[in-house]
């Protein structure tokens, strides 16, 4: 399990890096807190199936994940895993290498 949480972990950080890094070439406002830069994002350019809130959750996950370990639901990360819902930041992210290939410097 350990294994797979780590991935998760990588996985919604590398779709905070993503939002933050499109946000700022797109020339949107900067914003630190995680959940605002993805909203901010998905508010100018929506993607079908993921929401902000869904990605909301999945931030507080992977705060889970990294600060209160020995605290963690773990009915809801074996949810996540068998419903595949991890899926839904990964096209995020795809969404995001998107967007960064059609903005110009």
């Not at 406002?29 to 830069?37: C, G, M």
Request: aromatic share 6%.
């Amino acid at each position: 399990m350990i294994l797979r949480n780590s991935s998760l972990q990588i996985l919604v950080g590398a779709a905070i890096g993503a939002a933050k890094h499109a946000n700022k070439k797109l020339n949107y406002p900067a914003r630190s807190e995680a959940a605002s830069a993805i909203a901010q994002l998905l508010e100018h350019h929506p993607l079908a199936n993921v929401s902000a809130q869904e990605m909301k959750g999945a931030i507080g996950m992977r705060n889970a994940i990294v600060h209160d370990y020995f605290n963690l639901d773990w009915e809801l990360i074996q949810a996540v895993l068998e419903e595949q819902k991890y899926k839904k930041v990964g096209l995020f992210v795809e969404h995001c290498c998107k967007l960064l290939g059609d903005s110009t410097d």
